[in-house]
């Protein structure tokens, strides 16, 4: 994959302890550019707002980490691509939203026809009446034309996963973690399958672990490619729709 320098250096800024999607979103406000950011004094740095010393001083060393190597090394060893928020690629009903991550991962394909996207979600504990309603109605929904866009989870997701699949449709995986491994395990299968038609996103760095405060992060993804999510009740058929 061919790397710019900017490329490198948003890489540079998101591998650094600390610094998130937001923070680097705040970087990039402030300095106009990856590469100008990381240019930046450890004094310039203390005038972004959050950004405090200690964060400062490790991204004024990013410039020389050797970790962009590495992540570009797994990027490579998984088939994934990095895109850039303004570059080719980047999802489109994400690119006006306010608060998008500046970088995505993606393994897999994201198309222009994944703009025209359901997202199913619900609980990873359900009824398996609760399953079979979210499988029904994504399977309808490929069939009609739709992506399915899920997040790979336990329970209601992997059945949204699976409808989408049987239906010959596209779907498409958020996932809170990095795309070096699948959470959770289990659903590495499912994974692949997900990936051959369609793909795994993330705006995490490659090597990220599952953590709490990174589910609803996620799910904000979720919604912003969709057009509308459908939230399966736990063990009611009622359907409730966000648009």
């Known amino acids: 994959m061919p790397v710019s320098e900017e490329l490198r250096a948003l890489l540079a800024l998101r591998l650094v302890p600390g610094i998130g999607p937001r923070l680097l979103s705040a970087l990039l406000e402030r300095f106009g550019t990856a590469v100008a950011a990381l240019a930046a004094t450890p004094a310039q740095l203390e005038t972004v707002p959050h950004l405090r010393g200690e964060v400062a001083r490790r991204l004024a060393q990013a410039a020389r980490d050797a970790r962009v190597d590495a992540e570009l090394a797994l990027l490579a060893r998984h088939k994934a691509t990095v895109l850039a928020h303004g570059a080719t690629g980047y999802p489109a009903p994400l690119a006006p939203l306010e608060g998008m991550p500046p970088l995505l991962y993606l393994r897999g394909k994201y198309l222009a026809a994944d703009e025209r996207a359901v997202g199913i979600v619900g609980s990873r504990d359900a009824t398996n009446h609760g399953l079979r309603q979210a499988k029904r109605l994504a399977e309808g929904l490929a069939r009609a034309g739709y992506t399915v866009i899920s997040g790979l989870a336990r329970g209601l997701d992997a059945a949204a996963h699976e409808g989408a699949l049987e239906g010959g449709g596209r779907t498409l995986a958020v996932l809170a973690n990095g795309l070096s491994s699948v959470y959770p395990p289990e659903h590495d299968r499912l994974a692949e399958a997900v990936m051959e038609s369609g ?26 490619l969709s057009r509308a999510v459908v939230v399966v009740g736990h063990s009611s058929t009622r359907i409730r729709l966000a648009w």
């Open 199 to 224: 793909g795994l996103i993330s705006e995490q760095t490659m090597s990220q672990k599952p953590q709490a405060g990174l589910f609803p992060a996620r799910n904000r993804l979720i919604s912003g």
